[in-house]
């Protein structure tokens, strides 16, 4: 029983790296709410392998080596492929899509996986994040692409369905260069050294937990009130907070 036991987290984990590999092949394929969804699952068994290794004390050097190569594939390369694909069907609306240049601002979606890879390296050897995060954690980083990617997608009548977000006041130009400039601005996010405070609750006291049931509490009303992008607006939230926090 105890052999099998010890396979759990691992397992979850290998959960968390397939919806990662789903998300991806959905996302370049312009399926961005099946990839949001597949990023929204596999952050779910990022959660539970960890909770699952401290219930059952069943940690392996594999396993955290595992959950960072997953970790990659979920948070990096799927949000990344999303957006590539996103760009891509955004360049068909560019007057000058034919000039070369223009095929310049694909190299943006790369930078979130190669920064969240920075970024997880940068993790595993870090011992000062244990009860909080310095960076932005790529799991909030993929939520936040996920969903304003696929808000925008119907803004933008790159598909059918209505997410919450009915219109973007943005040229095709305008938006493919603020999309590019914030894929950027949020990858350097990830490997600062901004202090950001844990989820994690270790009790239900207000006191000790204030930021988190915050966050929640405001998650609720922000999606809510306006749908998809609502979860945008949570992590830019968070990223506020913890900025607070720190001073």
């Not at 909030?140 to 009548?157: R, V």
């Not at 490997?191 to 609720?220: D, H, Q």
Request: with cysteine; aromatic share 12%; net charge positive.
């Amino acid at each position: 029983m105890k052999s099998i036991i010890r396979y759990i987290p691992n397992t979850l984990t290998c959960f968390n790296l397939a919806c990662g590999f789903y998300a991806s092949v959905l996302g370049l394929s312009g399926d961005y709410f099946g990839a949001m969804v597949a990023i929204f699952i596999a952050a779910l068994f990022d959660f539970s392998d960890g909770l699952a290794a401290r219930l059952l004390k069943s940690y392996s050097a594999i396993g955290k080596e595992l959950d960072s190569l997953a970790d990659v594939i979920s948070f990096g390369v799927a949000p990344g492929m999303m957006l590539y694909s996103f760009i891509d069907k955004l360049l068909d609306r560019l007057s000058w899509n034919d000039a070369w240049v223009c095929h310049l601002f694909l190299l943006a979606a790369f930078v979130i996986p190669v920064f969240s890879a920075l970024r997880l390296a940068k993790f595993n050897i870090d011992d000062r994040q244990t009860t909080s995060f310095l960076g932005l954690p790529v799991p909030a980083h993929a939520i936040l692409w996920s969903s304003l990617l696929t808000a925008c997608s119907s803004a933008t009548h790159l598909t059918n369905a209505s997410y919450g977000l009915h219109s973007i006041p943005l040229s095709p130009d305008a938006l493919l260069i603020v999309l590019s400039i914030a894929a950027i601005a949020t990858s350097l996010l990830l490997v600062s050294e901004i202090p950001m405070f844990s989820l994690k609750i270790t009790s239900f006291a207000w006191k000790k937990n204030r930021l988190p049931y915050t966050l929640f509490l405001s998650a609720i009303v922000l999606i809510a009130c306006f749908g998809i992008i609502g979860i945008t607006a949570t992590i830019l939230l968070y990223i506020i907070l913890s900025l607070v926090w720190r001073r």
